[in-house]
């Protein structure tokens, strides 16, 4: 038997530009979704994450024109560019793929072969509708509704003939519809989901190759099989990056991966043309009987800048350095909890603003984790030498809070069972911020429970009043015992500053524990009476709104 592997992805991204908030949000969610699942399955080597950069693009080579350097030159520059922007971002992917590595394009060959060895490949005319600036060619009913400009960019679209080498998309419609007929979770979010669904009429074969010419731009990329005179279209290379990373013996295991990461302008390469390329090579040849598909393809809206659209002929793209500056002033991980939790994971776009970044970073960040776990390691510290507590007797994750108006229970098993099977479920739909989201509910409820017993009013009878000191404990004990599993929970987000908690309090998580032990309250992974916990340095220091945004 197989053990289950995840294979987590995001796209490869163009190098003819330097990265900006964009990018790095889509590789910063492939992260999170991959830390949380080396914690659910800590099996060392279950989780495969990988990022990396698309190079042959014919903007490569304009850029590197302007540069007065070859298009690898430019390609190295940038593609380091993006390295150092997703190590800074730390980003733990296990690879970085970059298409002009030869291991990629031995494999880009073989794979279509393969598809011309099926019949699936022709040579004919295209006419369409090129937009430059994305590498894509529009359908006329595309072009006629973006008004003969692009889509993404603004840029005027060109009608172009071509000889090219096709492959037979249309004949894939009524296997696509199959699929997506079969397997709900294909294509999500839902909404993205259903335009596919809308446009699968629109099925036209593909044009995968491009002429090479006398122009220096048209021999930029893999040159097709046994013809010279054309070269295989980026978008199709790029494709096969997902593939061909894995297609080794060590890693086939990986394959089908578990979820492609976009964003809403690649959904059609993604959703229609790789699930039929994909079909085309797994009937080519028993070897590629593994070539599944992959699981989801998830395509998430856009982030735009203070309620406008980020573009270049408006250059108001949150750039690495913007990130950097706020990462500077507020910590890094603050930033990768902003960009997860407020992104643009479903189907809406999301707004990057200094107001709502400083009202977050404070709501959730230092008056939600970091001030709690500074109140309540302080009382330990204060009246308990700095040990954690005894846990009382009993029943004694469960809290009967006894205020005027009521009884209040606590009942913290419960609660974190229910918290994790909810963070559980949100990433089994790749939500990592839903899953985010209970650690933040799990906080609040500390919260509450440390206003309705007001563990500073019982300190000040404690001397004299036994039971009031043994309640203390008790809740004490479970205000750190709940600190620790919702540090647990947003680990994935921000790893360095929940490490630091952790050292404080004397609790990093045993190499190898699962994420589901870990949230037990009281378990095995618990915090145990009598260890030292110190309260360490403040994780977070209030924001003030009214400060200029770090620039
Ligand atoms: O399309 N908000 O590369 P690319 C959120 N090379 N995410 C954004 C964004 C925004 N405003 N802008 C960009 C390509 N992105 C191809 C992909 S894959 C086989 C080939 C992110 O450099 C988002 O993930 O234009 C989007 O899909 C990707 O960057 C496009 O990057």
Not at 82 to 101: C, G, L, V, W, Y
Not at 112 to 139: H, M, N, P
Not at 279 to 307: C, I, N
Request: aromatic share 12%.
């Amino acid at each position: 038997m197989t053990t289950p592997t995840t294979y987590i992805t995001t796209p490869i991204y163009y190098v003819n530009d330097r990265p900006h908030i964009g990018h790095c949000y889509t590789t910063l969610l492939g992260d999170v979704t991959a830390r949380f699942h080396r914690l659910m399955d800590p099996t060392p080597g279950s989780t495969f994450f990988l990022t990396g950069t698309d190079e042959h693009a014919d903007k490569v080579v304009t850029s590197a024109a302007a540069h007065n350097v070859t298009p690898l030159q430019w390609a190295d520059r940038n593609a380091a560019e993006f390295e150092k922007a997703f190590a800074f971002m730390n980003a733990s992917h296990d690879d970085f793929i970059r298409t002009t590595q030869e291991r990629h394009k031995t494999k880009v060959l073989e794979y279509i072969r393969a598809l011309q060895k099926r019949g699936d490949v022709y040579l004919g005319d295209y006419t369409g509708w090129f937009d430059a600036s994305q590498e894509e060619y529009l359908t006329e009913t595309a072009a006629k509704e973006a008004n003969y400009v692009s889509p993404v960019t603004g840029v005027p679209l060109v009608k172009k003939t071509e000889k090219n080498y096709f492959f037979k998309l249309s004949a894939y419609e009524s296997r696509l519809r199959e699929h997506f007929a079969k397997n709900p979770e294909f294509v999500q979010p839902e909404a993205r989901r259903n335009e596919v669904l809308g446009r699968l009429n629109e099925l036209r074969d593909i044009p995968i190759s491009r002429a090479i010419t006398d122009d220096p731009t048209s021999q930029w990329g893999i040159k097709m099989p046994d013809d010279p005179t054309h070269r295989i279209y980026v978008w199709i290379d790029a494709l096969f990056n997902y593939l061909s990373v894995v297609d080794t013996d060590a890693r086939r295991k990986y394959w089908p991966a578990s979820v492609h990461f976009i964003a809403k302008d690649i959904l059609w390469f993604h959703a229609v043309i790789w699930p039929a390329l994909l079909m085309a090579l797994r009937e080519s040849d028993p070897k590629y009987g593994f070539v599944q598909l992959p699981k989801t393809v998830y395509s998430h809206a856009y982030w735009v800048r203070e309620g406008r659209k980020m573009s270049k002929s408006l250059g108001n793209f949150v750039s690495i350095e913007v990130l950097q500056a706020y990462a500077a002033k507020y910590g890094l991980d603050a930033v990768r909890w902003y960009l997860i939790t407020q992104g643009p994971q479903g189907a809406t776009d999301a707004d990057f603003s200094h107001a709502k970044f400083v009202e977050v970073y404070n709501a959730e960040l230092a008056n939600g984790i970091g001030n709690c776990a500074s109140r309540v390691s302080n009382m330990i510290e204060k009246y308990f030498g700095g040990e954690v507590p005894p846990r009382g007797s009993g029943d004694a994750f469960r809290f009967e809070a006894h205020t005027p108006t009521g009884t209040e229970v606590f009942d913290w098993s419960q609660l974190a069972r229910d918290l994790s099977k909810r963070a559980n479920d949100g990433l089994g739909l790749m939500q990592s911020a839903a899953a985010l989201q209970c650690s933040v509910d799990l906080i609040r409820r500390v919260d509450q429970f440390i206003n309705v017993t007001s563990p500073f009013k019982i300190t000040k009878v404690m001397e004299t009043d036994a039971n009031a000191k043994a309640s203390l404990q008790v809740i004490l004990y479970q205000c750190a015992e709940a600190i620790r599993i919702a540090s647990v929970l947003m680990s994935p987000a921000m790893p360095q500053k929940m490490a630091q908690l952790w050292q404080a309090w004397n609790c990093t998580p045993a190499a190898g524990a699962s994420l589901a032990d870990l949230c037990v309250f009281g378990g095995k992974h618990a915090l145990q009476p009598g260890q030292k916990i110190s309260k360490g340095e403040n994780l977070f220091n209030r924001a003030d709104a009214a400060e200029a945004p770090p620039a």
